[in-house]
Every structure is written in structure tokens, then in C-alpha cells.
């Protein structure tokens, strides 16, 4: 039997990348795989977090962020 261990590492509620993972998930395990997903959002790890945490947060200098900056 073949195993599959699927990573979901966005942090988003609704993330798209999650869903199809759960898509994928549920058709390889029709055709015979064991499937298990690690969803990372269920881990207490150091992530950054895009939709709570400012950019300025980040430490990451502001004219690194800006278009054409050297």
C-alpha cells in the first residue's frame, strides 16, 4: 500500500491550497492509498503571519519592500 503524508502550511481559514490538498487527499485514498495530512495551523510554531502581523513587525527594512530598491 502506498502512503502519502500531505503538508497544508497556510495559515489562511479558508485557504485554497488546504482545500485542494483535502480534494487530492480523498481521491488517492479512493484508489488505495492511506493518506494523512499534517495541517501545520495546528502546531504551535513560529509562523508569520500575513493577515495578523504588520510587515514593520517582521524586522525587514522598509526599502527592501519597495519596487526597484537596491
Same mark, same amino acid.
Given at each position: 500500500?502506498?502512503? #502519502?503524508?500531505? #503538508?497544508g502550511g497556510s495559515l489562511r481559514s479558508s485557504?485554497?491550497?488546504?482545500?485542494?490538498?483535502? #480534494?487530492?487527499? %480523498?481521491?488517492? !485514498?479512493?484508489? &488505495?492509498?492511506?493518506? !494523512?495530512? $499534517?495541517? $501545520?495551523?495546528? $502546531?504551535?510554531?513560529?509562523?508569520?503571519? &500575513? !493577515? /495578523? %502581523?504588520?510587515?514593520?513587525?517582521? +524586522? #525587514?527594512? +522598509?526599502?527592501? $519592500?519597495? /519596487?526597484?530598491?537596491?
Amino acid at each position: 500500500m502506498v502512503k #502519502i503524508v500531505g #503538508i497544508g502550511g497556510s495559515l489562511r481559514s479558508s485557504s485554497y491550497s488546504q482545500q485542494a490538498l483535502e #480534494i487530492v487527499a %480523498e481521491r488517492v !485514498e479512493a484508489i &488505495g492509498a492511506e493518506v !494523512e495530512i $499534517l495541517d $501545520l495551523r495546528t $502546531l504551535k510554531l513560529p509562523f508569520c503571519n &500575513g !493577515e /495578523k %502581523e504588520p510587515v514593520a513587525s517582521l +524586522g #525587514i527594512p +522598509g526599502n527592501f $519592500l519597495q /519596487k526597484g530598491s537596491n
